[in-house]
C-alpha cells in the first residue's frame, strides 16, 4: 500500500472513530442521568458485545486466552477504564468527557512515547499540540465556571480513564495485534471475568430502568462502542500510529460542541468558534509528520 493510499484509509478509520466516540461522550451521559447504575452501563454492553461476536469465537487464535499482553489490554480499555468513566459520566456533563477523554489523548500519547520510547516530539508537532491545547482551553471555557464538588468528582474519573485509554493506544499500537483478534479478546475477556461479578455483587437497577433506556445503551454501548469504534480506532493506529491518530480525534469535544447546538440547544459561542479554528488546524499541523 502506497503512503498516499495508507494515509487516506488511516483518515477515514479515524473520521469513523471520531462520529462514534462523540456519540460516547453523548449517550454516555444519557446514560449517568438515568436510573442506571454504572455497573449497569457496562454489563448491557458487554452482554450485547459478546452476543453479536458469539459465532467467531471459534476463530480466535489458539494461545489468545493465556496471552498476557491481550489480558493487560483488556483491563486498560475495559475492566478498569468503562465503570471508572461510566461513574465519571454520572457526575460530570458529556462537554467535559469530550475534553477530558479524547482531549488529552495527543499529550497523554506524546507523554508516553517519550517516557517509555524516547521518542520526542517534533518541532512541528509541538506546534500542532499547543494549538490543540490552545483551542481545547477555548472548547473548555463555558464549562469552567460550573464547577462542583460533583463535577470534580467526575472530572477526575474522566483523567483517570483517559490515561488509562492513553496507556492502550500506545501498548496497542507497539504490540500490533489484528484489530480483529483484539476485538474479540477484549469483549469476550470483559464478559468472562465481569459479568459474574456484576450478577452476584454490584448494585443493580436495571429492572427500573425505561426500556427505551436499556435499548439505547445496549445498542450503542455494545455495537458501535465495543465492536465498530475498536475495529476503526485499530484499523487508524495501525495505519496512521499513536501519535497522528490522537492529535485527529482530538477534534471530538469541538463535534461534541457543534453537535450541542441542535441537539441540545446550546449557541455556538465564540469560544467554542475559536476552538473549531485552532484544534482543526492543530490536527492538521501535528498530523505532517512522516510515518513510522
Not at 454490584?202 to 433506556?213: G, R
Request: hydrophobic share 50%.
Amino acid at each position: 500500500m502506497t503512503e498516499k493510499k495508507q494515509l487516506a484509509w488511516g483518515y477515514l478509520a479515524a473520521t469513523a472513530t471520531l462520529m462514534m466516540w462523540s456519540g460516547f461522550s453523548l449517550i454516555s451521559r444519557l446514560g449517568g442521568k438515568s436510573v442506571l447504575t454504572p455497573y449497569d452501563i457496562f454489563a448491557l454492553r458487554l452482554i450485547t458485545a459478546s452476543a453479536i461476536l458469539l459465532p467467531f469465537i471459534g476463530s480466535m487464535p489458539r494461545r489468545a486466552w493465556a496471552d498476557r499482553r491481550l489480558w493487560i489490554l483488556t483491563c486498560l480499555c475495559s475492566l478498569i477504564y468503562c465503570p471508572i468513566a461510566y461513574t465519571g459520566f454520572k457526575y460530570a456533563p458529556a462537554a467535559h468527557g469530550g475534553i477530558l477523554f479524547p482531549g488529552l489523548q495527543p499529550f497523554l500519547i506524546s507523554a508516553l512515547a517519550w517516557l517509555i520510547s524516547g521518542t520526542r516530539p517534533t518541532r512541528i508537532r509541538s506546534i500542532g499540540l499547543s494549538l490543540i491545547g490552545s483551542g481545547i482551553v477555548c472548547a473548555a471555557m463555558p464549562y469552567l465556571t460550573e464547577w462542583s464538588p460533583d463535577y470534580a468528582f467526575g472530572d477526575l474519573l474522566m483523567f483517570i480513564s483517559s490515561c488509562l485509554w492513553a496507556l492502550y493506544g500506545f501498548f496497542a499500537a507497539r504490540w500490533n495485534y489484528s484489530p480483529w483478534t483484539l476485538t474479540r479478546a477484549i469483549a469476550f475477556g470483559s464478559a468472562i471475568v465481569y459479568l459474574p461479578i456484576y450478577w452476584y455483587f454490584l448494585p443493580k437497577e436495571i429492572s427500573n430502568a425505561p426500556t427505551s433506556m436499556i435499548l439505547i445503551q445496549a445498542a450503542f454501548q455494545g455495537i458501535s462502542a465495543t465492536i465498530l469504534a475498536m475495529l476503526t480506532y485499530l484499523k487508524s493506529l495501525q495505519l496512521l500510529g499513536p501519535e497522528r491518530t490522537a492529535s485527529f480525534l482530538a477534534l471530538v469535544p469541538v463535534v461534541i460542541g457543534v453537535l450541542a447546538v441542535p441537539l441540545l440547544d446550546e449557541p455556538l459561542t465564540p469560544w467554542l468558534g475559536a476552538g473549531i479554528v485552532l484544534v482543526s488546524l492543530g490536527s492538521y499541523v501535528a498530523s505532517k509528520t512522516r510515518l513510522g
